[in-house]
């Protein structure tokens, strides 16, 4: 294996055609597969040095344009009041532990795409872009097309992800992630984001090999529960060691009712 | 005389504490040697398979490779603990996924491992039996059809896929049942616990001129090792010498394992030293794991809350290998009774070989399993006879001079006092504020355990300057006893504890000890430590009346290391006594004391017991556990709040090392009662190898509060009256949380580990 | 994974190094083997456990999950670097004293990350030190004494 730290995208694009080439970022779900014989790149490239993948700007449409490169950390720490920025601050801060949080990035977890993350589920509810390059040009694909099945993306060859861009969500709606998980810190069983603000939209993780939408959803208790029961009915959940499809499908509704619940005390706020 | 500052009782800092908080402290995996190899493991892919060929030229082709160790190469009989049915790498079959087909010692662990994947066996695939049914069926694949092969310091079982059988009984459970007014009855499951000790298990050995073999182990025992390296490698015990380094835990994974003398193997073949450390992955697929079981039991009473009889069943999953099969089921049936008085009490067992990953010891060693079962229905019956469940237990708990199940007489107990005492914390704690959508639930547990068994030893010597040289073969695997030991001996010398030097485990010098386990070490070898130094004290107080020219009974220690003359204030020190010693007259005052577990055992007359693997067990131990928890009705899960566990110690040693074993062991017992549990598909492979998939409870998943409360009934067969407690604190989780959750929700759960999904279908079957 | 080894430049409590490794190597790995700094542990390299953790540029790493090639210019400190040689900062005093450590495989971690918080927040509460640890795990201790380390360094209880 090689190793390559270009300093720029141009750099980075062309270290990239290589034969099982890589990007590498916080490492954090790279080197774990490295470590365990999963996975072993013939170069990476290292996406460490390049400024451009860094930052976190407003844009003039109001809505949050966060690099690449950006840790779990960097995003847990936004103090913002727009509930789809806030959506994934709250997401960010129940990634993992405080050391993942601090290298790993909104980059790597989207690229990488597992069915069991957290950002995909919460980008997916916020209707927010992944802005991906290439020495060919730019290209904003939404959150809800990027992902395509488990570890799958639209990404393509040489094709590096350089941002997230995350749309404010209606005016005063709120915003809120819930997250069930066999352990604290660990990888969801099932999670449901939502901005919730006279209806609710969603992201459920869990269900399918990608997070699912579901959009103009009533608020109500009764409507939260019914479209949770319906998703749960229609829905191929993971059958896993870890929960079984029919726990998953049993969850839901209430998965549901307090992720937006908990939505709508932070629009009231 | 001024009371001398005593050791026992206070809390000084672990010896090495400093060491492991600065990152000095030595572990396997710490160790370098010029020219050292690493090896490398192949492990079986199959479930059950006939091995038909090697192929190695591949590997022994690729530079860097000094010894390969393949089942070809074994010769002579198997090994093992009580039932000989082992070898240190698969020979003619493998029995498990993840079993040691082969071995590499090379250059590097990349070439190891590169030189490991390409050894090629031609394999016969076998059906293969994962659980106890499939073991148990009509016609069922067998694991060990030459069983009647082996070497048994035990019989029973032998038959099928039975490892091992046996039956303890009192009184005449049929008739009392006739008598009883209730009877509860039913069935519980429980899982494979990993130990999942920090520090992966792992060793060097390395090889001297002669040949002679010496290994840095991670270990419960350098004794056990040895022997088995040994056994394994056909060597005299002579040339095989066992250092124990610092262990990353054991909780009774880490006695003797394959690993050892693979590395012996490997050294003695390359003539070069050879590390072999397990990754996290192998060491979840090839130590040991807590045996499965099955439960089934039948509990009745009189309608004032008299229990008068139990029956119990206890199937065990023994995975591929005998390992601590026997003595596990047999401690588990005599711990089945539970700590209570009743006179008519039948446990049946059975043991059964299955091809996973075999069960062994650990923290608990069957207890668990049959206190998860006993303490649930315990509840159960207190609910249908309208009794408070602690209220029940007090009525039926042991009392001093009682008898444990097997008619071993119990001098001291203070369950009654432990019982009483979790309940009034409980509730004279502040309450916690009710949570929304959350139900709040108290649950009991109590249990008894042991604290014994085997022999031991430990010396003493009395160095030029007065100071002492304490040896045993006692591993410290982290529940502290290398301070404890220091402290026992420092009290009954009244010297400070920075005037002993305690050594490391080597199997070359210090005296013999079974190993860490059962909860044995303060009590068992501390017990050895008090009386060798006792002795030393008498032999220094006779140099000391010659010296002054009285009498032995005119003189006594003064703290500090000095002999006094009562009453007055003339003085010799240990130094000057020392020196006399030495030089003038004596000899060198060296005191070694050994013993072997010397309680009563069973009762014949009282017990009908066949096939038991030891003879008396040790001085019994009580304790009982009070938990509050949240059951979120939404999604099942389960939050520990707070937990208080009163455990009868004998004497505390080391308070602060007490109470951590009490909360560690209750975490243990956490993880297990909520969320570990191994899990193999229907091939037989283990899919939760790795700790993202094996879940451990963290800091987040534990109550902040673990209140232990310490109970001191001293022992009287200890000259300081200390009894264990590495053991008992996990046995008392599941049960109580198994209580508490019951309390809560009405939901009775009867199968480990509670999971969020068993909670909400309990709570849908509740009638 | 027979690998073509480079040479890079590491920083490590204050000192640097130049170190040969196949661009694979985890950080971890060259401490360990390469470095002779064998305080940080492996307890499963995954990620998992923190036994690993180290501080690169002050921030809490896992050194498993970090490749030495990686590191670059970031500074890295280790449990070998907390406090002078046979020092003791004032968390490893807590932690000792305070009877937190049993086997101590976990203890270099938990130092790192206690270290960390210190550093950021001199008087953390009791929930504050516990989502600061939940990284970490033991084994032994059932996390009660470490926590009260902490607690008792950040100056009284809750
Ligand atoms: C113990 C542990 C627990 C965890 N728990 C959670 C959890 O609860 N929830 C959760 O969501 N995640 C969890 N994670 C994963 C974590 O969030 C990772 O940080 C994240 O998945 C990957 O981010 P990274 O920056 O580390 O990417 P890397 O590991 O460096 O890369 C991951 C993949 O993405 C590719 N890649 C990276 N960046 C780019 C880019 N900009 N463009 C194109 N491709 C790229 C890489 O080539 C690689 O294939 C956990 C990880 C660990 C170790
Ligand atoms: S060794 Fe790095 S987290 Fe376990
Ligand atoms: S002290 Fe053993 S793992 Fe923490």
Redesign the pocket.
Known sequence: MDYLAPATLDDAYRALEAEDA???????????MMNLGLVSPARLVS?RRIEA?RGIDLQPDGSLRIG??TT?AEVAALTVSAAGPALLAQTAR????PA?RA???I???V??A?P????PVALVAADALIEVSSASGTRRIAARDFFRGLFETA?EKA????AVLVPPGAQGAGAAYEKL?PVA????IASVAAIAGRTARLGVGGYATTPIRLEGIGVSDDALLEAGRALAASSEPSDDHRASAAYRRRVLPELIRRAVRTALIGARA | MSDPVRAIGSSPPRLEAGDKAIGRAQYVDDIQRPGMLYAALLTSPHAHARILGYRLDAARAIAGVKAIVTGADLSGSRSGGIIKDESMVARGKVRYVGEIVAAVAASDPQTASRAATAIELDYEPLDAVLTIDEALAPGAPVLHEESASYVKAIQGGGHGNVVFETTVAEGDVERAFAQCDVIVENTWQTQAQHNAYLEPGGCVADVDASGRITLYASCQSVHHVQQRVAEELGEPMARIRAIAMRVGGGFGGKHASNIHSIAAWLARAARRPVKLVLSRMQDFEIQRSRHPARIWMKTGARRDGMILARDVRITLDGGAYADESPPVLAFALLMSRGPYRIANVRARGQAVYTNKLRAGSFRGFGNPQASFAGESQIDELASRLGINPVELRLANAMRPNDTAFGGQPVASCVLRECIARVRDAQREAPPLAPRNGRRRGVGFAVMSHISGLMGTAATVQLRTDGSIALSTGCVDIGQGSDTAMVQICADALSVPIERVSYAPQDSDASPYNWKTAGSRSTYMTGRAVAVASLEMRDRMLAHAADMMECAVVDLELRPGGVVGLKGVPKTVGFREIAMRSLFHSGGPIVVTHGFVFDGTGFDPKRASIHQLAFANLGVYTFGAQCVEVDVDEGTGQVEVRRAWCAHDVGRAINPVSCEGQIQGGFVQGMGYALVEAMKWNAEGWLITATL?DYKVPGVLDCPPEIHPIILEDPDPTHPVGAKGIGEPSLVGAAPAIANAICNATGARLRTLPMTPERVLNAMDSRS | MSQAKRRSVLTVNGEQHHVLAPAAATLLDVLRTGLGLTGSKCGCN???CGACTVLLDGKLA?SC?TLAADVGERRVTTIEGIAGDLDFSAVQRALVESGAIQCGFCTPGFVITLTELFARDPHPGRETIRAALSGNLCRCSGYVKIVEAAEHLAGGVR
């Open positions: 890589r990007c590498l970022a916080g490492g954090q779900s790279l080197v774990a996406l993948l690449a490169m779990h129940v990634v993992a532990y993942v290298w790993g990035t980059g790597g977890s690229a990488h597992d069991a993350a957290d950002y990404l094709e590096i992800v350089t998980s810190g660990d990888f969801a | 993202a | 995954h990620g998992v896992r999950l």
